[in-house]
Every structure is written in C-alpha cells, then in structure tokens.
C-alpha cells in the first residue's frame, strides 16, 4: 500500500513542476497586431535589387534614315541637285552675250564689240544655237529632278527598321537604284554626245568666228567646263546608284534570313507542344 501512495505522490509532484513551468512560459500577446520582427541580417533583399539595370534605347527616326544606306540615298539626292544646277548653269553660260542681255546688269549696245551686221547675225545664231541645245537642257532638267524627288521619297519612307518595311518598298529601292545607275551612265553618254552634235554644227562654227572676231575667245565649240561639270556629277550619282544597291540587296539578304529564322522557330515550338500535350493529360489523371 505504501508503493501506490508513493508514486501518486511522484506524480503529483511531477504534474506540479510542469504548472510551474508552463506558468513562467511568457504568453505571446495575441491582441498585438504586429508582424514578427526579424534581424536586418535575415531580412531578404528587395526585388529591385535583384534585377539588373535595365537600359532603354530609344530609336529616333534618324536612326534608320541616317544607315549606310540612307546615307547613300541622300548622297544621290545632293548629286542631282548638282547636276540639275551644272544643266541649268551650261544653258546660261553657251547661250551667247546676245542672250545674257535678258538677264540685267548688261548692256549689250554699250558692252558688245560687235555692231551692224554682225551684231545681227550673232543674235541670230545664238537664237538657233539655244534651240538646237534645248532637248539636251529639257531632258537633262527632267532627267535629273525626277531621280533626285524619287530618291528623296525612298529616303523618306526608310525610317523604320528594315524588317518592320514593306517588301515591296525595298524591293523597288533596289530596282529603282539599280535602274539609276544605269540609266545615269547612259544619260552621261547621251548628253556629251548629243554636246558634241551640237558644237560640230556649222552654226557653232560660224558663231564661234564671229565671237573670235569681237574678242570673245572663249566662246568656242569645244565641250564647256559646266557640261563636263553635268557628266561629272552623273557618274559620280551612277556610282552612288550602284553603292546604294548594293546595300539594299544586302539589306533584303538579311531581312528574308531573319524571317526564315523566325519560321523555323516556330515550327519547333509546334512541334514541341504536341509532345507536350500528352504528358500534361498523364499528369493530371494520375
């Protein structure tokens, strides 16, 4: 009878120190709202640091315009114009002194050398000499300002990326630059040789004397600094035609290889999700 008392005892005793302990326990305050304080040194970082800098670029319209082959293209325009000017300055400088008299600041009773007949004849021939040029001064006009606003107008239309461009634009930059080259050589071709047509006449001939006579020296029949100035700046526009296409075939080169690229990716993101599908399906019975 002792034993059963003794260990009622142990147990009671032992069922005391747990109240004692669980009575020094402190209680967690469950009316405080707060969150839980941790230590700096375990608090994670901020998401911000853990991305990288992220660097925005932005692309202005000058930046597409201005390309190697937007270079090129204004390069062209700047040609035409010169040549448009070399055209319109050879007109004015082989018209004759008679026909500069229009143009103010010449008195062509007081400041020309030749008087009566001559002075007839001159004008005259001046006249007819004007007339025979004026097919090569018109075409050469015409020529020159038509490529000149249609290279204008492509550099205009090539200020998005090349990839974001209709097909059809670069295909007809490159026709268009490749046909210009051409076209330009030939033009260069056809106006010295119609310049020489023109001053192997008799009536540059006998202009030519009749301005030798009164002194002029310079109006002579040979080819005039401002034609050759025309054929210079033609060739130079054909080899800015020629560079130019250069370029953009290079350019439609790397556009159909981004697009064929860009194909091929995507078939094999379709042919990976059918294979995707199944094992999706298995998952989710089981």
């Given at each position: 009878m002792s034993q059963p008392a003794r260990s009622k005892r142990g147990h009671r005793e032992r069922n005391g120190e747990h109240r004692q302990d669980r009575d020094r326990r402190p209680s967690p305050d469950r009316s405080s709202s707060r969150p839980p304080y941790y230590p700096s040194e375990a608090r994670p970082p901020p998401s911000r640091a853990r991305e990288a800098p992220r660097v925005e670029h932005n692309e202005s319209k000058c930046t597409h315009i201005c390309s190697r082959r937007g270079i090129v293209l204004i390069c062209s325009v700047l040609t035409n114009g010169l040549v448009l000017i070399c055209v319109v300055a050879a007109q004015m400088v082989t018209s004759g002194l008679s026909a500069m008299g229009g143009l103010?600041?010449?008195?062509?009773?007081?400041?020309?050398?030749?008087?009566?007949?001559?002075?007839?004849?001159?004008?005259?021939?001046?006249?007819?000499?004007?007339?025979?040029?004026?097919?090569?001064?018109?075409?050469?006009?015409?020529?020159?300002?038509?490529?000149?606003?249609?290279?204008?107008?492509?550099?205009?239309?090539?200020?998005?990326?090349?990839?974001?461009?209709?097909?059809?634009?670069?295909?007809?930059?490159?026709?268009?630059?490749?046909?210009?080259?051409?076209?330009?050589?030939?033009?260069?071709?056809?106006?010295?040789?119609?310049?020489?047509?023109?001053?192997?006449?008799?009536?540059?001939?006998?202009?030519?004397?009749?301005?030798a006579r009164g002194g002029y020296t310079w109006m002579s029949c040979d080819v005039s600094g401002a034609d050759a100035a025309v054929a210079l700046f033609g060739l130079i526009t054909a080899i800015l035609y020629a560079a130019g296409a250069a370029l953009t075939f290079m350019t439609v080169r790397r556009v159909r290889r981004w697009e064929r690229e860009g194909r091929e990716a995507e078939k094999q993101r379709a042919r990976a999700n059918p294979q995707r599908a199944p094992l999706r399906a298995d998952t989710t019975a089981v």
């Open positions: 103010g600041g010449f008195d062509i009773n007081s400041n020309f050398n030749l008087e009566g007949t001559e002075l007839q004849k001159a004008r005259e021939l001046d006249s007819q000499y004007s007339q025979m040029r004026a097919p090569g001064i018109y075409g050469g006009i015409a020529f020159s300002l038509t490529a000149g606003v249609l290279s204008l107008l492509f550099v205009v239309a090539g200020n998005k990326p090349p990839h974001l461009m209709s097909r059809k634009l670069l295909y007809g930059a490159l026709v268009f630059q490749a046909v210009g080259a051409v076209a330009y050589v030939v033009a260069v071709g056809l106006y010295l040789h119609f310049v020489i047509g023109v001053n192997a006449t008799d009536v540059c001939q006998q202009r030519e004397r009749i301005y």
